[in-house]
């Protein structure tokens, strides 16, 4: 997702900085919900200006800035991962005992 960062900015002024990840983050969220609703899966990131990314689109400057990275997709199994449930280290009986 990238902005219209200096234009906002001079005209909104210095708090719609946030405002402006605000936004990326709302539309981030449907992404995931509609990725979910339709079998596959979704990540993003938050960037904070990837000058690698800028440089790739062409992008010199602050006049745009890129803010959240999003991808969707079907889930890939990475066998190198291991997956254990929730609190796989501790004996039933650990469970059990109030937190003191």
Avoid: N
Wanted: charged share 25%; hydrophobic share 40%; proline share 4%.
């Amino acid at each position: 997702m990238v902005a219209d960062y200096e234009r906002i900015l001079a005209e909104r002024g210095a708090w719609w900085y946030r405002r402006l990840f605000w936004e990326a983050g709302v539309l981030g969220q449907a992404l995931y919900l509609e990725a979910e609703a339709i079998g596959i899966r979704a990540t993003g990131i938050g960037c904070y200006f990837d000058d690698l990314f800028h440089g790739l689109l062409g992008l010199r400057g602050r006049e745009f800035q890129d803010l959240y990275h999003f991808t969707m997709g079907g889930p890939v199994e990475d066998l190198r991962i291991q997956t254990m449930p929730p609190y796989a280290h501790l004996s039933r009986s650990d469970k059990r005992k109030p937190m003191a």
